[in-house]
């Protein structure tokens, strides 16, 4: 029983970081220009000014 328990948490876990946009991608730079400011951590204001503010031609 332990072990269903285990297994349906680490699917659950899976499944909710799969619906998640890329860091960089269109997606994830549009959701987080509608995310309030306030909200995001550090790590994020620093991935959306490098993937979205100052892309490099790529």
Do not use: Q
């Not at 285990?6 to 994830?28: M, R, Y």
Request: glycine share 10%.
């Amino acid at each position: 029983m332990e072990k269903l328990r285990v297994f349906a948490l680490i699917g659950a876990l899976v499944s909710i970081v799969g619906c998640a946009p890329e860091v960089g991608s269109k997606g994830w730079c549009e959701d987080m220009a509608e995310k309030p400011k306030g909200d995001w951590s550090a790590n994020e204001a620093t991935d959306y000014a490098k993937h979205c503010l100052f892309k490099s031609g790529e």
